[in-house]
């Protein structure tokens, strides 16, 4: 079946680094996107979603990079602090708001 | 916190017994849904609820499973039969579905259910 996945597993940075997380998706059918933090014990906590229609939206922090030729979504984290160190996915809704989530992406800030 | 609470946090029990878990949502939320997530890997979709309907039911979800929003308003999902394989985080969410756009899902603290 069609999925989301997530080019790198582990990704370190240094405190006021900025982060980007890339996720790819393979359903061109997918019309809405959204990033999700999970911090170890807790459920995922949203970050900030994207439509198709779009190809970039701001958020407090962090962008979202829509690139529907490709296929490639990635999340930016401006000025990275050690409370952003925790898992990122990146989910697709795949009807109904069901999500289909990929496998995550483990950001580790160091101060 | 999200607003969306789960019950029990955490359950130990032995292979072949019945466990279940409680899910309330955020209360204006009419969806609910049910995840089931493994470690290292993203949530998996389970099931769903509008009001008190279950809508749709994922082929994770085995004849042992059952699912349940009785009033519409908090949600049960039960496991029979436990298997080691059973052996996740369950994670529940909720969100107001309205038709014209798509609304953020709200995910609770999860229950993390070991099978021995």
């Known amino acids: 079946g069609e999925s989301v996945g997530l080019h790198l597993p582990t990704l370190s940075v240094q405190e006021g680094d900025n982060s980007i997380i890339n996720c790819a998706y393979s359903n061109s059918a997918s019309d809405y996107f959204i990033w999700y933090k999970q911090e170890s014990g807790k459920g995922p906590q949203f970050i900030i979603d994207i439509r198709s229609n779009m190809d970039k939206r701001q958020g407090q922090r962090v962008t979202v990079l829509l690139n529907k030729t490709v296929k490639h979504l990635s999340l930016q984290i401006a000025a990275t602090q050690p409370g952003d160190s925790a898992v990122y996915f990146c989910?697709?809704?795949?009807?109904?708001?069901?999500?289909?989530f990929g496998k995550g992406t483990m950001l580790l800030v160091s101060p | 916190d999200t607003g969306v609470s789960q019950d029990p946090r955490h359950k130990i029990t032995k292979r072949g017994q019945n466990v279940t878990f409680r899910c309330d949502p955020i209360?204006?939320?009419?969806?609910l849904y049910w995840y089931r997530q493994t470690l290292g890997q993203g949530p998996e979709f389970l099931t769903y609820f509008q009001n008190e309907a279950q809508l749709e039911k994922s082929r994770l979800l085995s004849d042992r499973f059952s699912a349940e929003r009785p009033k519409g308003s908090f949600s049960t999902l039960e496991i029979q039969r436990t298997e080691q394989g059973d052996s996740a985080m369950y994670l529940c969410a909720s969100l107001k579905y309205e038709t014209s756009y798509y609304n953020e899902q709200f995910f609770g603290p999860g229950t993390r259910l070991t099978v021995l």
């Open positions: 209360s204006e939320h009419n969806r």
């Open positions: 989910a697709e809704n795949s009807g109904y708001s069901t999500l289909t």
